[in-house]
């Protein structure tokens, strides 16, 4: 990928004594599909506002193409923003509503009604000029409040959880209009959600963040695979997050037993967080797993079965294929690479906090 | 679920009983004379010099107060509106609180205000500044008209200012707008039903209000709701009284076919 | 930060335009004067003197009580309403909200006006009732409108949820949608409570005899100066009101930043809970209190009443007391401000009055249109008392003594600052002075305008000539741009407090504003002037004429006329009672009891008749819009 498009150094910002960004520092490429993910209230939000243009942060400073924006005005920035509750002038029609950031430039008529028209074929809702945003449903207002902002040829276009009030089919069919739309204007999105499913499936990049901070930064795959930290791991798909002991390189101990694995450097006995993906977990005879347990819930999920097994005082979670009944006796097996391991969090700040939605 | 309209009955009641039949009575004795003939004399009246003058001074007057309490109510709304303020306590603040003071006191108390000899005066007086003399002036009357009848220009406005998503605002400042121009194609298109009600709810009272150019006018300037006042307390003309009531009902009706046309979902109204 | 200053400042100006006035009713409730016009140093004395005046007491209970009973009634059947009219369709919704508009934009006068209309149409006798109804018919529209947007933010599904889990409709309104909109309930009631208190032109059209709200109290004593008591009244239910409001909103301050978020929800909180519990309690609390006691008063009361019609601030009202206590007659007293406000009430016979105190020319009036009973002086035995010459002056508007007794007497003159003017004062060109631009305050009534500029004039002041009378209209519209105001007892407290240089008024006033302002002199200009006489009278419609009869007697023994005229200094036609005045400079005082050398020119008003009633208004109203 390209150079930075947008950097943001060292950015604070905190609201009536409380702390909401603490020294960020984030850089978004150019044409990236960057997304911030995390639990509200963890500061995905403020960020985007304060590279809007919405929001002056306390401290530090947000880089535009290498000059200092950070006190520039939204109107004077080339960003554009995608509002979560659409934010349509509900006294304008649908045609005003896309010609108005246009009109202010003091565009030619011809210009605009091109533009309209562009803009409206291409989030596929061809005709509607004239319709009162009212009159639309949830996902066509969405896509109105997208043509408005693209049509203004931002190098940047802010999404503040766009999908957020839409059913899940929808959801869906926008995520992959999303997509086709970036690569067919070529600009750099930032997204923000608080959906781990709709940040894996769009994103070039991840940010994770929680608490004011920036958990982890990665590509989709990094993030689901290799997570940092307990909060991420927890954050992203299910996860088994197990205490553990690590003995020496290579070995680490859970609920009394040795665990195979690869990571080293850690030291010898170590309390560390051990992370399984569910999936991960294989199912196998007593006889041949490294722990034993027993079967005690099972559901069809349709892809696979997804089943809890209680070993030696703890549910581990699985997804399998193959179905075990509940009451089944069964050994615990985990290939050596399947285990990730992090360290346990050492301030409080980093603490891997759930925050219900 | 039928029976639950049935709930509204008491109402229609009331209201057809105590609303529009009374209405209705102002609308006999206005067409009728004192013997009860059908006449358009007491509307006709309105006509006559002194009355008409009447009516064109409390036009006059209400519509400077509505314009100067619109002008001093927007801004305070959109500054109230930015503070974050509780509403409960904004409202008491600004519209309950006085109320215990009772308004013809509050509305005297301007009297001893603004006097030659008043609190006023005697302030500038120290302060060697030129006296105020409003006292007995259509200028007190409007003081005292902005002063009753701000709040109903407050509550509405800022009713409708609260109701504008902060989304919208940062929407059209994203796509180019700067603050004025989103004031005057977002904020102020979004708060005319906020407006149109808070000029109305200024506009009528002021219009018809008889008891403030009473205590501030010093008695030398008659608005039309005096000349129906003392048809009706004095010279004990109740037709002419009614016949009067009939042309000020006109302006009434007028406003309020406005307020329907511009404030339909009633987003526009105070409480 | 300039803006932020500048909000700031704007704030700052509108809250002092909005509390100045309330200031400065507190600052007079303190006032040791009784002029409002006058500091004369601070005092509590009227806060104690306020809970001694039982007609103010009164007139407050019957304003909580009307305020809390029209906002009850109106938060039962608005909310009932509100619900019924969201189930409605579209069109019967609509025709619903247009129906509930009208009384919110509707003028209030016109609102009054039909009501009363209505009441006397169909012989509702104007009283407590009928305020009440009107205080409803008002406040229902603020109950709907604060509840309707409740009732459409209401979840439908709950309702139904309830209704699904086994509730009878009736327990699942009330467990599921009631809650729900109970905020809009009580900032209906809250509203409505406010609004009640706060009005005055529709109590001044619906309201009857014996009683009056704090608002019909206060205008009718505008007129005649304020009573102090009322602005302690006022402090006080402001105050009480502002104190609970601050309790509630500075719980002892964190000062840690964790805690302050706290904080804030709890004072919201208790400020939530204050309005849905505290205020609602006490207001209950006060009412249910207030009730006990008068109704405890009632007790004592016997079934014998009478209802008097006086002027404002026309009577000690110990004498009243003393009456009730000495006879067992219960007094129900009601003031009008104009003889003009009066007769209309009389005639129409929505209220029997029993007796009456109208003045000269409107006892002809009423004489002429049979509105009087003769009075049986046999149960009126002091008239005694009442010397000789009142009663010959009497036959001018009573030809045969038969129908009235007088109760007060005097003069229309000049009341003038000698600080002030310059020259010496004898006639009425000085009202027509420009050297007095601004500086004079002219009587605003009909007969007392023309009647002066007609006497300036030489012609009698029961003209009916039409060229005399435009000639008198054209002297008073030159005379218009320098009369600074028109007032009628204000003129008192304007000359007491140096508004104004000159002022026509009536000579019982006079004794008063030169007690308060030795500087004031009163004169009865050369050209003469008005003499009149106010006298009690007993409607035809009486329904307690004997009690009248005793009522009547009581004013007339010289004591209870020497504590009326010590109280309203009005010049009294008791001769046996200014014998017993003891300055012997107010009971020979030129003011008071004038020569009749000086009455020479001097006469009474006469009913004109109704057509020539109606030209003089006409003209009136020519010079009022000039």
């Not at chain 1, 979560?84 to 030619?108: V, W």
């Not at chain 3, 699904?164 to 009631?189: H, M, N, Q, R, T």
């Not at chain 3, 009235?404 to 600052?417: A, E």
Request: charged fraction near 20%; hydrophobic fraction near 45%.
């Amino acid at each position: 990928m390209s150079n930075k498009l947008i950097d943001l150094v060292n950015i604070s910002k905190s609201y009536d004594g409380q702390l909401v960004l603490d020294e960020l520092n984030l850089y978004i490429r150019e044409n990236e599909f960057l997304t911030l993910l995390g639990p509200s209230g963890c500061g995905k939000t403020t960020t985007l506002r304060i590279i809007g243009g919405f929001e002056t942060p306390n401290s530090g400073k947000v880089i535009f193409n290498g000059e200092d924006i950070t006190h520039l005005p939204p109107n004077k920035r080339q960003i554009n923003t995608v509002f979560q509750k659409y934010a349509l002038f509900t006294h304008m029609s649908i045609a005003e509503n896309i010609a108005f950031g246009l009109k202010i430039k003091g565009k030619s008529k011809q210009y605009i009604s091109d533009k309209i028209k562009y803009a409206l074929k291409l989030v596929n809702l061809d005709g509607f000029e004239n319709r009162s945003p009212a009159s639309l449903s949830g996902g066509q207002q969405q896509r109105i409040a997208i043509a408005r902002a693209i049509v203004n040829e931002p190098k940047v276009l802010l999404l503040d959880e766009p999908l957020g009030a839409l059913d899940l089919k929808l959801r869906q069919d926008m995520q992959y209009e999303l997509i086709r739309l970036k690569n067919e204007l070529g600009i750099t999105f930032i997204y923000v959600t608080h959906d781990q499913e709709e940040a894996l499936t769009m994103s070039d990049t991840i940010v994770v963040m929680n608490q004011g901070y920036i958990q982890q930064i990665g590509t989709p795959e990094d993030i689901y695979n290799e997570p940092e930290n307990a909060f991420v791991a927890d954050f992203i798909g299910d996860s088994n997050i197990i205490p553990g002991l690590m003995l020496e390189d290579k070995i680490v101990q859970i609920q009394g037993v040795s665990f195979p694995c690869v990571d080293i450097g850690f030291g010898h006995n170590r309390p560390v967080d051990v992370v399984i993906r569910p999936e991960d977990v294989e199912l196998v005879s007593p006889e041949t797993g490294t722990i034993c347990g027993t079967v005690t819930h099972l559901i069809f999920k349709g892809v696979h079965y997804e089943m809890e097994v209680m070993a030696a005082g703890r549910e581990w979670l699985v997804h399998s294929t193959h179905m075990f009944p509940v009451g089944t006796e069964v050994g615990i097996h985990v290939d050596p690479f399947n285990i990730q391991i992090m360290n346990k969090p050492e301030s409080e700040d980093e603490e891997a906090t759930v925050i219900e939605e | 679920m039928k029976n639950k309209r049935l709930l509204a009955g008491p109402y229609l009641f009331w209201a057809v009983s105590f609303v529009v039949i009374p209405l209705l009575m102002i609308f006999y004795y206005g067409m009728t004379t004192e013997t009860g003939s059908f006449t358009w004399d007491n509307i006709a009246r309105t006509a006559m010099p002194e009355n008409l003058k009447a009516l064109g001074i409390a036009l006059l007057l209400a519509f400077v107060s509505t314009v100067i309490c619109l002008l001093l109510a927007y801004p305070l709304a959109m500054i109230l509106s930015r503070k974050n303020v509780n509403q409960s306590s904004f409202i008491v603040l600004i519209f309950i609180l006085p109320m215990w003071m009772n308004f013809l006191l509050r509305t005297l108390a301007w009297q001893t205000l603004l006097e030659k000899t008043g609190v006023i005066n005697s302030i500038l007086n120290i302060l060697h500044l030129p006296s105020l003399d409003i006292i007995n002036t259509p200028y007190a009357i409007v003081l005292g008209m902005v002063y009753n009848f701000l709040p109903f220009m407050v509550l509405p406005i800022y009713n409708s200012l609260c109701k504008i998503d902060a989304d919208i605002v940062s929407a059209a400042r994203d796509l180019g707008a700067n603050a004025f121009q989103t004031f005057i194609k977002i904020t102020l298109p979004l708060t005319v039903p906020g407006i149109i009600s808070g000029i109305t709810m200024v506009f009528v009272p002021a219009l018809t209000t008889f008891v403030i150019s009473d205590l501030l006018g010093g008695g030398k300037i008659l608005l039309i709701g005096n000349v129906i006042e003392q048809a009706f307390k004095q010279s004990s003309s109740w037709n002419v009284g009614s016949g009067l009531s009939l042309v000020l009902m006109i302006f009434i009706i007028a406003s309020m076919a406005i307020v329907a046309k511009y404030d339909k979902d009633g987003e526009g109204t105070a409480f | 930060m300039i803006k932020k200053a500048a909000e700031k400042f704007y704030l700052a100006l509108i809250f002092i335009l909005l509390y100045a006035p309330i200031l400065t009713l507190i600052v007079l409730s303190f006032n040791a004067s009784r002029t409002r016009a006058k500091w004369g140093g601070a005092t509590l004395h009227w806060y104690q003197e306020l809970f001694k005046n039982e007609a103010i007491m009164s007139a407050l209970y019957s304003t909580l009580l009307i305020a809390l009973l029209s906002a009850l009634i109106a938060t039962f059947i608005g909310t009932a309403a509100a619900i019924g009219i969201q189930s409605m369709k579209r069109k019967f919704r609509t025709f619903y909200m247009g129906l509930t508009n009208i009384p919110m934009m509707n003028a209030e006068i016109v609102m009054g006006i039909s009501l009363m209309l209505l009441f006397i149409a169909f012989r509702i006798n104007l009283g407590f009732s009928t305020i009440l109804i009107a205080h409803i018919t008002f406040n229902i529209p603020y109950v709907i409108l604060s509840v309707m947007p409740r009732l459409k933010q209401t979840n439908r599904h709950t309702y139904e949820a309830a209704l699904d889990l086994g509730a009878s409709p009736l327990y699942a309104f009330f467990k599921v949608i009631f809650p729900d909109i109970l905020p809009g309930v009580l900032s209906g009631f809250m509203l409505a409570f406010t609004m009640s208190l706060d009005d005055f032109v529709i109590t001044h059209f619906t309201k009857g005899p014996g009683i009056d709200t704090l608002s019909t109290k206060i205008y009718s004593e505008v007129r005649k100066g304020i009573k102090p008591e009322m602005y302690a009244l006022s402090t006080l239910l402001f105050i009480s009101v502002l104190l609970l409001l601050l309790l509630i909103n500075f719980s002892p301050k964190d000062s840690s930043q964790k805690a302050r978020k706290q904080t804030i929800t709890r004072r919201s909180r208790a400020l939530a809970f204050a309005f849905k519990r505290v205020i609602p309690t006490l207001l209950v609390l006060a009412v249910t209190a207030g009730g006990i006691y008068y109704s405890f008063q009632g007790q004592k009361r016997s079934k014998q009443k009478v209802i008097v019609y006086n002027w404002g601030e026309y009577l000690d009202p110990e004498v009243i007391t003393m009456f009730e206590e000495e006879t067992g007659i219960d007094v129900i007293y009601e003031e009008f401000e104009t003889n003009e406000i009066m007769y209309p009430k009389v005639q129409s016979g929505a209220i029997a009055y029993d007796v009456v105190c109208p003045s000269d020319y409107m006892i002809q009036k009423m004489l002429d249109n049979g509105l009087l009973a003769e009075i049986n002086f046999d149960n009126v035995p002091n008239l005694k008392n009442i010397g000789q010459r009142y009663m010959d002056k009497s036959r001018e508007f009573d030809p045969e003594n038969k129908y009235s007794v007088p109760y007060c007497w005097g003069t229309v003159g000049i009341l003038y600052n000698k600080t002030m003017v310059d020259e010496p004062i004898d006639s009425w060109s000085i009202l027509w002075d420009d050297k007095y631009r601004d500086n004079i305050l002219m009587q605003d009534s009909v007969r007392d305008a023309f009647g002066v500029t007609l006497k300036y004039l030489g012609y009698s002041l029961n003209s009916t000539d039409l060229d005399e009378l435009t000639e008198a209209m054209n002297l008073l519209i030159v005379q218009k741009p320098l009369v600074q105001a028109y007032v009628i007892d204000q003129v008192r407290d304007k000359m007491i407090g140096n508004e104004a240089a000159i002022g026509v008024i009536y000579s019982g006033e006079a004794i008063y504003t030169q007690n308060e302002n030795p500087d004031l002199e009163y004169v009865i200009p050369k050209e003469g002037s008005n003499i009149w006489i106010d006298s009690w009278v007993i409607p035809k419609n009486a329904e307690h004429k004997e009690n009248a009869e005793a009522f009547i007697n009581f004013l007339c023994r010289p004591d209870i006329a020497l504590m009326n005229f010590d109280y309203i200094t009005y010049s009294t036609p008791n001769t046996a009672a200014r014998e017993l005045i003891e300055d012997e400079d107010i009971r020979n005082s030129k003011i008071a009891f004038p020569d009749d050398s000086e009455l020479e020119h001097c006469e009474t008003f006469h009913y004109l008749g109704d057509e020539a009633d109606a030209v003089y208004m006409d003209l009136w109203n020519k010079v009022k819009s000039k």
